[in-house]
C-alpha cells in the first residue's frame, strides 16, 4: 500500500510518519511519499522523516519525497491532506486584521478562518480531483486541512462524490482535558456526544 502525506513539509509531518511507520506491517505499507509545492521546506523535513523511518522506527518502508502531482498521487491508496495556503505568514494576517477592527482574532473562526477558508477551497478541489485522476480507485482522502469546517463544507457542496473524510482531533483532545481534569483514568467510560467540527464544535 502507498500512502501520500500533503504537505509533506509540515511541521506535523513527521509525527503523523512515525505513527504510520509503527504500524507498516499491519498497513501492509510499501511506500510513504511526501507531496508539497514548496520544495526547500519539504526537502528540510525529508531529512528528519529520513531519520524517523531507518534510525528510530527501523523500517524498510520505501520513501519518496516529490513536488510533481503525478508521482504523488499515481496507485496511492490514502493521501493525507495537511495543507496551510499561505503558511503562517498569512495565519499572522488571518489573526491580526480581524483585531484592527475589533473582531475575533482566531485562524479557523470569524473573518480571519473565513479568509483562511476561501484560500483553502481552490487548491483542495484540485486535490481531490488529481487524487481521482491518479490514485486507486478505492481511495480514501483524509483531510485534516483547515479551517475544517468550512472546508469540509465545500468539499461536500462541489465535490459530493469524492472519497474523502475530512477530520479534527479537537473532539478528541476535548475529552481527554476534561477527562484528566475530573481524574477519569479511562475516557471510555465517558458518554457523549459533540457537536460541530473544529473550532466550531
Not at 138 to 154: F, T
Not at 170 to 196: C, Q, T, W
Amino acid at each position: 500500500m502507498i500512502i501520500t502525506v500533503v504537505g509533506g513539509g509540515s511541521t506535523f509531518t513527521p509525527g503523523i510518519v512515525k505513527s504510520i511507520a509503527q504500524r507498516a506491517k499491519e498497513l501492509e505499507l510499501d511506500e510513504i511519499r511526501l507531496f508539497d509545492i514548496d520544495k526547500e521546506r519539504q526537502d528540510k523535513v525529508a531529512v528528519v522523516v529520513e531519520w524517523i523511518l531507518r534510525e528510530d522506527v527501523k523500517t524498510d518502508v520505501k520513501l519518496t519525497v516529490t513536488n510533481d502531482v503525478e508521482e504523488a498521487y499515481t496507485d496511492a491508496t490514502f493521501i493525507f491532506a495537511q495543507m496551510r495556503v499561505g503558511k503562517y505568514e498569512m495565519r499572522e494576517q488571518d489573526e491580526k486584521i480581524p483585531l484592527k477592527y475589533g473582531c475575533v482574532g482566531q485562524e479557523t473562526c470569524g473573518c480571519g478562518g473565513m479568509a483562511y477558508g476561501l484560500r483553502t477551497i481552490n487548491p483542495m478541489i484540485k486535490l481531490i480531483d488529481d487524487v481521482e485522476k491518479y490514485a486507486k480507485k478505492d481511495h480514501w482522502i483524509l483531510n485534516y486541512s483547515n479551517p475544517a469546517a468550512i472546508v469540509s463544507e465545500a468539499c461536500r457542496k462541489l465535490r459530493p462524490n469524492a472519497r474523502i473524510i475530512n477530520i479534527c482531533d479537537m473532539p478528541i483532545a476535548i475529552i481527554d482535558i476534561i477527562a484528566e481534569s475530573l481524574n477519569i483514568k479511562d475516557v471510555h467510560n465517558i458518554r457523549y456526544d459533540y457537536f460541530g467540527l473544529n473550532h466550531f464544535g
